[in-house]
């Protein structure tokens, strides 16, 4: 990405509106506000272009899940009900609505990059995530699959048939690689803490992919503790798995929860790592992707290092470190 360019910002304040329950759920609106905070007083403040998302429509969301999970989660909101099969999974009577923008977040930065109107690197900051969502299910505080929706829109929408996702939150994206694993042009890498230790469990670095999908998926699965060094050896492994597939569209999801500070993982990487992140995620999109790139906020929970994290990625993503 060219010194000098605007970051792309896709959000809403309605996504404050999904209301999580407050008490200790850590999923919560303050989320989205640090990390403003973080940009606003950041180098790159003067060179932030605000645009909003359109919400998903039905057909989009039904690339990624099942009418029946659509159906459930909308009852179970105009019901009144305060959860989703897990108390993790708190929703509120705008839940449902609230989710469907925050997918569309995603479809609407496809559209202003294959329209030639970013002119920088394009970041959804948005809420719910999505990562952890199944085709049939919510889980870890997911209710559709951000990633994977943008993932199917530039396949369907603009014929990008080659698109990867790189997920660098500190928990697997179980829902990512249970949609991408069997197909022979979608490809999922995911950098987490080891499943043998953190939620939900999967992401061993055996799981590459079934039938036409083998060899599509790449777990880089790290032990507690590991840090900023750790992460440096794999990331010539993660551009040799890029040499091989040659993506045309690469879709970042951005979770902030491996810093060392937070305590969602034990995972121990600095605020500085989350820079060079960024700047290996634009030499990705450059020799791959024609600089087709887009970011969607994941994870993320310690407050104060997630907004300095977030503005870290993004001034590699701009090559202002």
């Not at 959000?11 to 506000?33: C, V």
């Not at 039938?211 to 551009?239: F, Q």
């Not at 091989?244 to 605020?271: C, I, K, Q, W």
Request: net charge negative; glycine share 10%.
């Amino acid at each position: 990405m060219p010194r000098g360019s605007s970051l792309i910002l896709i959000t809403d304040p309605a996504y404050s509106r999904h209301d999580t329950g407050g008490g200790e759920h850590p999923e919560i609106p303050e989320r989205l506000q640090v990390i403003q905070e973080a940009f606003a007083a950041s180098s790159f403040a003067q060179n932030i272009k605000v645009f909003p998302p359109r919400p998903a429509s039905r057909a989009e969301l039904l690339a990624c899940h099942d009418e029946a999970w659509l159906f459930r989660f909308e009852e179970a909101v105009l019901s009144g009900r305060t959860y989703v099969d897990h108390t993790d999974n708190q929703v509120c009577y705008e839940s449902y609505e609230i989710a469907t923008l925050s997918a569309g977040a995603g479809l609407s930065g496809i559209d202003l990059i294959e329209q030639g109107q970013a002119e920088g690197p394009v970041f959804c900051l948005t809420r719910p995530p999505g990562h952890h969502a199944e085709a049939n299910q919510p889980l870890g505080f997911c209710f559709f699959n951000n990633c994977v929706i943008a993932a199917r829109y530039w396949q369907n929408t603009y014929g990008r048939s080659r698109v990867a996702v790189f997920d660098f939150d500190a928990h697997h994206g179980n829902g990512i690689q249970s949609a991408l694993e069997s197909e022979p042009d979608s490809a999922y890498v995911s950098l987490h803490e080891h499943p043998s230790f953190s939620y939900p469990g999967t992401g061993w670095d055996e799981e590459r992919g079934l039938g036409p999908g083998k060899g599509t998926i790449l777990n880089l699965p790290l032990p507690p503790g590991a840090g900023d060094e750790e992460v440096r050896r794999l990331l010539p492994k993660i551009r040799a798995f890029f040499e091989e597939m040659r993506p045309e569209a690469l879709v970042v999801g951005a979770g902030f929860d491996a810093h060392v500070e937070d305590e969602m993982s034990g995972l121990a990487y600095t605020t500085e790592l989350y820079t060079e992140l960024g700047r290996f995620i634009v030499e990705l999109g450059r020799d791959f992707c024609d600089g087709r790139v887009l970011s969607i906020l994941e994870g993320g929970y310690h407050l104060p290092c997630l907004g300095e994290s977030a503005a870290a990625y993004i001034a590699g993503l701009l090559h202002q470190d």
